[in-house]
T-cell receptor, first 110, second 115 residues
Framework: LAKTTQPISMDSYEGQEVNITCSHNNIATNDYITWYQQFPSQGPRFIIQGYKTKVTNEVASLFIPADRKSSTLSLPRVSLSDTAVYYC???????????FGTGTRLTVIP | DGGITQSPKYLFRKEGQNVTLSCEQNLNHDAMYWYRQDPGQGLRLIYYSQIVNDFQKGDIAEGYSVSREKKESFPLTVTSAQKNPTAFYLCASRDRGSRSTDTQYFGPGTRLTVL
């Protein structure tokens, strides 16, 4: 199973860059890594997705090393509104659903 | 606007009653999912459907039932057999495409409270 492991929680001050690392040792050759963001009492929403090297969009950057056994979500200059739970996911081998673990609870401090 | 709608947003139920949560999508997605989320926890898969008239049990299907008679609708019934139904319920859908780039789109959720 392409189960992922990430820190349970992180704190950061406003304006700082935040890096959340996820390990996915059993990722399949063709699978992508996807990150979601969830605010309290809302459904998760897609942030970014990548296969290898670096991907950047208007919200975040995703760094994936050559061995693809881990990935790092980078949030530049976080604000209070970035306080949320961040999930790292990859499709389960042989299944058609994503596995949501407990995610990383990011708290941005004024 | 394309998207997923869930209703109601808040639902209260007495013990021993069945209740049905609605999920509708106009994204023309083939696959639909139901998740349960408890406070401070991640999402757990209840049921999923990859095509009309077909659905599969997820990790915690006991006490729940679903139907998929139309592509755009995937209602979830929480039965009296579910011993601890108070939770936040999320519906999601996914386009049938490459499984490798699986991306799910979520509804706003229904918070069910058993009184």
């Amino acid at each position: 199973l392409a189960k992922t492991t990430q820190p349970i929680s992180m704190d950061s001050y406003e304006g700082q860059e935040v890096n959340i690392t996820c390990s996915h040792n059993n990722i399949a050759t063709n699978d992508y890594i996807t990150w979601y963001q969830q605010f309290p009492s809302q459904g998760p929403r897609f942030i970014i997705q990548g296969y290898k090297t670096k991907v950047t969009n208007e919200v975040a950057s995703l760094f994936i090393p050559a061995d693809r056994k881990s990935s790092t979500l980078s949030l530049p200059r976080v604000s209070l509104s970035d306080t949320a739970v961040y999930y790292c996911l990859s499709p389960l081998t042989g299944a058609n659903n994503l596995f949501f673990g407990t995610g990383t609870r990011l708290t941005v401090i004024p | 606007d394309g998207g997923i709608t869930q209703s109601p947003k808040y639902l209260f139920r007495k013990e021993g009653q069945n209740v049905t949560l609605s999920c509708e999508q106009n994204l023309n997605h083939d696959a639909m999912y139901w998740y349960r989320q408890d406070p401070g926890q991640g999402l757990r898969l209840i049921y999923y459907s990859q095509i009309v008239n077909d659905f599969q049990k997820g990790d915690i299907a006991e006490g729940y039932s679903v139907s998929r008679e139309k592509k755009e609708s995937f209602p979830l019934t929480v039965t009296s057999a579910q011993k601890n139904p108070t939770a936040f319920y999320l519906c999601a859908s996914r386009d049938r495409g490459s499984r490798s780039t699986d991306t799910q789109y979520f509804g706003p959720g229904t918070r069910l409270t058993v009184l």
